[in-house]
């Protein structure tokens, strides 16, 4: 190994310890790479957006139409959930931040496992070479001066790290996409009150919605052309409006679904059952701004007592206390 080092070193010009670190460094870099090229996932209302404007491509499935859930296998056993209960739990969470597809789960708990691992051995690597004298890298000489608990201690905070990290990056990722569809929802009930007044059915006026949405709401875009493939596919229109509810985790949604649901139960005019409640939803809307003015001054006291009354006070205070000081000093 030693002499294949010095053999490499001499035909490039480079020394030994830069040969290991570009070594350590590429190797990172293909590390990184698989887990985004494994990880990434395309947005599957941009691609419904490719195909309305143009017929020309083949339709692909996004994972709408899925098979039933069967306990994991073999390699898969070791890392996923055997309940059934926790697995649909963690598919609920990445089918509200917008991941759909049938390998999105694995995926996600494969990351979990290779961060939670990967980094802790990355850095036992990295201390380990840092203690070989023949190896002197000023970068990991820090490393070699670590005592045996911080070096248990750091292991433990880049295992946590690495296995919790997923957890924040998909509870943002779900807040974002929740924030996106309760901001654009009420326009979307609009457009659909709209093209129920002018003649269309249920199903038409959610899917001319749904692609007219393609570009300003691709989130809730999706969600209805979804409703409607599903409904094409057999499945049942009121299951169809609650597994949406259930992929956006949105309140709002879950209302509007109840709404349909009812309408079609009783028999009553689904345009009507719009109307009242997109009314609902102006008036929420209106309220919901309301509330966040009225809590504007509430927010601002803090900021008022922490940086403008020390400047009140020492602007009232400073010409006393210059009084004081020069009639103490007069005195003396």
């Known amino acids: 190994m030693q002499e294949w080092l010095e053999r490499l070193t001499l035909q490039f010009g480079i ?25 990434r996932d395309r947005n599957p209302a941009a691609e419904r957006m490719a195909q309305v404007i143009s017929h020309r491509e083949k339709r692909a499935d996004f ?9 994991p296998s073999g390699f898969m056993k070791s890392f996923m959930p055997g309940e059934v209960e926790k697995r649909t739990a963690i598919r609920i969470k990445l089918e509200q931040a917008g991941f759909s597809r049938p390998t999105a789960l694995r995926n996600y708990l494969l990351v979990r496992v290779v961060l939670g691992i990967g980094g802790p051995t990355l850095f036992l690597l990295l201390y380990q070479i840092s203690t070989i004298p023949a190896f002197s890298f000023p970068v990991l000489a820090g490393l070699s001066e670590l005592s045996r608990s911080a070096v248990f201690q750091l292991l433990g905070l880049f295992v946590a790290t690495g296995y919790y990290l997923p957890v924040l990056w998909l509870s943002s990722r779900i807040t974002e996409r ?18 129920l007044e002018a003649g269309l059915g249920f199903d038409a006026a959610m899917t001319r ?12 875009a999706y969600e209805f052309l979804t409703v409607q493939r599903q409904i094409a596919a057999g ?73 403008i009354m020390p400047a ?16 103490f000093a007069a005195v003396g």
């Open 15 to 39: 020394s030994t310890n830069e040969l290991i670190v570009i070594g350590v460094g590429l190797g990172m870099l293909m590390v990184f790479w698989s887990l985004v090229s494994m990880y």
């Open 63 to 71: 994972g709408i139409l899925k098979a039933a859930d069967t306990d």
């Open 178 to 195: 929740q924030q996106r569809i309760t901001e654009s929802f009420p326009n979307a009930l609009d457009l659909m009150q709209i093209s």
């Open 209 to 220: 919605v749904g692609n007219e949405l393609t570009h300003s709401s691709p989130d809730i």
């Open 235 to 307: 499945r049942d229109r009121g299951s169809a409006m609650r597994g949406m509810a259930e992929r956006t985790g949105v309140e709002m949604v879950h209302a509007f679904a109840n709404v349909v649901q009812q309408s079609m139960q009783f028999g009553t005019s689904m345009a009507q059952a719009l109307t009242t409640y997109a009314d609902e939803m102006r008036t929420y809307r209106e309220t919901k701004a309301e509330e966040m003015a009225n809590k504007l001054p509430v927010k601002m006291s803090a900021v008022l007592a922490a940086f």
């Open 312 to 327: 009140l006070l020492l602007m009232i205070l400073g010409p006393i206390m210059i009084r004081f000081v020069r009639s």
